[in-house]
């Protein structure tokens, strides 16, 4: 059975640099998509990317591209959600979820590590 | 991008109703569509993928239906542990997107 685990809850400085962990148990993690979902308080789920843990390969939603990274380690099964400079708007909770590369959805999702962004 | 629109936004239900979730999207994504739960303070958990299929462990009364550009996910007999919010989610075109969420509450 595969879990996800996330780093945990995060406070920083707006312009501070952060990077946010999902590891996975299991097997299945070199053929995995990985996504990474944003939730802002009171909103909904959004999508930020997906990248393929077996070529790195990435995909980011428009409305974060160029604003964060996504990338994995294989040798340890992590997943990884970086900024190289918060805004007060980046905090949230975020989810990391994955899915295999057979199927087209999200069966696994992390618990969530919570960002606080703020002078 | 495509774009995932969910009717209604929210709805309030009993228990025992039986309860639709309207999800359409801004071009044809053939079956690539995915419904999620969300309860607060919890991770989502995937219900149906593939528009219609019922992932596992997932109760019988949830069920999905629709292709092309216009889905369905029906409750049947809502439970008090189904209030929660529900997400559409396409996985046809990159990059993959979500509709802005259902809230179903108590009546």
């Known amino acids: 059975e595969v879990q996800l685990v996330q780093s945990g809850a995060e406070v920083r400085r707006p312009g501070e640099a952060l990077k946010v962990s999902c590891k996975s148990s299991g097997d299945t993690f070199s053929t995995s998509w990985i996504a990474w979902v944003r939730q802002m308080p009171g909103k909904g789920l959004e999508l930020m990317g997906i990248i393929y843990s077996g070529d790195s390969d990435t995909r980011y939603s428009p409305s974060f591209q160029g604003h964060v990274t996504l990338s994995v380690d294989k040798s340890t099964s992590t997943a990884f959600l970086q900024w190289s400079s918060l805004k007060a708007s980046d905090s949230a909770m975020y989810y990391c979820?994955?899915?295999?590369?057979?199927?087209?959805?999200?069966?696994?999702w992390g618990q969530g590590t919570q960002v606080t962004v703020s002078s | 991008d495509i774009q995932m629109t969910q009717s209604p936004s929210s709805l309030s239900a009993s228990v025992g109703d039986r309860v639709t979730v309207t999800c359409r999207a801004s071009q044809s994504i053939a079956g690539y569509l995915n419904w999620y739960q969300h309860k607060t303070g919890k991770a989502p958990k995937l219900l149906i993928y593939a528009a219609s299929s019922l992932q596992s462990g997932v109760p019988s009364r949830f069920s999905g239906s629709g292709s092309g550009t216009d889905f369905i996910l029906t409750i049947n007999s809502l439970q008090p542990e189904d209030f929660a919010t529900y997400y559409c989610q396409q996985s046809h075109s990159s990059p993959w997107t979500i509709g802005q969420g259902t809230k179903v509450d108590i009546k």
């Open positions: 979820a994955s899915g295999p590369s057979s199927g087209w959805y999200l069966d696994h």
